[in-house]
């Protein structure tokens, strides 16, 4: 039992900070991604260039859905119907307005 608590307390830890630092660590990892990915486009490098990019583009998305899921704030419509969640906020972020 020591066992199983010694190895949960790290994964608790290392899951918290990703919950808090995961989305901008993975945004500037995506941005990175884009700069050595137009670095290898300019050297010629067509394939690994589409690669790279790839993964930036990956990287975005999991920043960007930490991001929500961590502040739960579904700001578009379409969002908020694909996750089953109440719109909050003012309606220029996509949110229909109510009759008065």
């Given at each position: 039992?020591?066992?199983?608590?010694?190895?949960?307390?790290?994964?608790?830890?290392?899951?918290?900070?990703?919950?808090?630092?995961?989305?901008?660590?993975?945004?500037?990892?995506?941005?990175?991604?884009?700069?050595?990915?137009?670095?290898?486009?300019?050297?010629?490098?067509?394939?690994?260039?589409?690669?790279?990019?790839?993964?930036?583009?990956?990287?975005?998305?999991?920043?960007?859905?930490?991001?929500?899921?961590?502040?739960?704030r579904w700001r578009t419509a379409r969002a908020a119907r694909l996750l089953g969640r109440e719109i909050s906020g003012s309606s220029h972020y996509g949110a229909a307005?109510?009759?008065?």
């Amino acid at each position: 039992m020591t066992a199983v608590a010694q190895a949960i307390g790290p994964l608790l830890f290392a899951a918290l900070i990703v919950w808090y630092l995961g989305g901008p660590l993975l945004r500037l990892a995506a941005v990175s991604c884009f700069v050595c990915s137009a670095g290898l486009l300019a050297l010629g490098d067509v394939t690994s260039s589409a690669g790279v990019a790839g993964c930036g583009l990956l990287c975005w998305a999991g920043g960007q859905l930490l991001y929500r899921a961590r502040r739960g704030r579904w700001r578009t419509a379409r969002a908020a119907r694909l996750l089953g969640r109440e719109i909050s906020g003012s309606s220029h972020y996509g949110a229909a307005r109510r009759p008065a």
